[in-house]
């Protein structure tokens, strides 16, 4: 089955720097990348995906690229904000699979 | 539109007791799962349905069972529980998968003594 695996577990960012959180993946069939934002207490939700057949895509101060060849993916958020600190997980799954496999968490703390 | 609910929030069960999780959602999903949560772990999958009447075994499904007896409903039973059971249990919903994301609910915690 997919492993997904992801670095770093825990990040510490100055308000203003950016942080890039990464993601390797073992299915060469996987074709769709979910990350979810999950907040202290929270539910896990949706913030960015990617499909295979886009390199990279951004929604302001998030972006997502995939690199299908050395199978990765990476999430970048900029200029980041005391309220991005949360617990973001990536995920991995097929077009024809049942399952979503996720990363173990990066645990982003924003210092002001 | 309240998307997935799970019920109950919080529960304090004894070794042994057993109880019943309800997961519903209201958007018409054919894909339902149950995961748990533990410090450290990340998300891991207990269960999960294809559909009405179909369920599958996950990462960590002993300890557990799970019935969907209609679509927009997915239960998830301890029969015996165990203080390893103690975590936080999530449910999510999508459309069968293909680019599609999941929603999850709010979540349930559960302390076992």
């Known amino acids: 089955g997919e492993n997904v695996e992801q670095h770093p577990s825990t990040l510490s960012v100055q308000e203003g720097d950016s942080a890039v959180i990464k993601c390797t993946y073992s299915?060469?069939?996987?074709?769709?990348f979910p990350w979810y934002k999950q907040e202290l207490g929270k539910r896990p939700q949706l913030i960015i995906d990617?499909?295979?057949?886009?390199g990279e895509k951004k929604d302001q101060r998030i972006a997502v690229t995939l690199n299908k060849t050395a199978k990765h993916f990476s999430l970048h958020i900029t200029e980041t904000q005391p309220e991005d600190s949360a617990v973001y997980f990536c995920?991995?799954?097929?077009?024809?699979?049942?399952?979503?496999?996720f990363g173990t968490g990066t645990s982003l703390t924003v210092i002001p | 539109n309240a998307g997935v609910t799970q019920t109950p929030k919080f529960r304090v069960l004894k070794t042994g007791q057993s109880m019943t999780l309800l997961c519903a959602q209201d958007?018409?999903?054919?894909?339902m799962y149950w995961y748990r949560q533990d410090p450290g772990m990340g998300l891991r999958l207990i269960h999960y349905?294809?559909?009405?009447?179909?369920?599958a075994k996950g990462e960590v499904p002993d300890g557990y069972n799970v019935s969907r007896l209609k679509k927009q409903n997915f239960l998830l039973g301890l029969e015996s529980a165990a203080p390893s059971q103690t975590s936080v249990y999530f449910c999510?919903?999508?459309?069968?998968?293909?680019?599609?994301?999941?929603?999850f609910g709010d979540g349930t915690r559960l302390s076992i003594l």
């Open positions: 999510a919903s999508s459309y069968p998968i293909g680019g599609q994301p999941q929603h």
């Open positions: 299915d060469s069939a996987s074709n769709y």
């Open positions: 990617i499909r295979s057949n886009v």
């Open positions: 995920a991995a799954t097929t077009n024809t699979g049942n399952q979503f496999y």
């Open positions: 958007m018409n999903h054919e894909y």
């Open positions: 349905s294809v559909g009405e009447g179909t369920t």
